[in-house]
């Protein structure tokens, strides 16, 4: 069994964050990232990654990648050699928002 497997059954049973902590010895916070890897609250950055802001539309990062170049949600550029995309969340709620044909394939 994976310390995942272990943890949601814990959780499952009842057990608060800091209790299955304290069993995994793990802190809280690592308990609530295993428990919901991708939940975005008032703490996340204003700028998501490709990989944060994938995970919070639940999609690829391929997919997301293509709606940046087919110009279906607004982004911008770092400047840096690789010139990593950056998404806002407002950007992306938008999105979530509109839906429809700007979500579809």
Known sequence: MTRKERIERMHDRGLTYEQIGEVEGISKQR?????????VNAR???LLS????AAYL???????RRWAQEGRIEHMRLATTRKDRRFTRQALDKLLIEGGDAMKS
């Open 31 to 39: 308990v609530a990232c295993i428990l919901n890897p991708y939940k």
């Open 44 to 46: 996340t950055p204003v």
């Open 50 to 53: 490709m990989g944060a802001a």
């Open 58 to 64: 639940g999609v690829h990062i391929n997919t997301l």
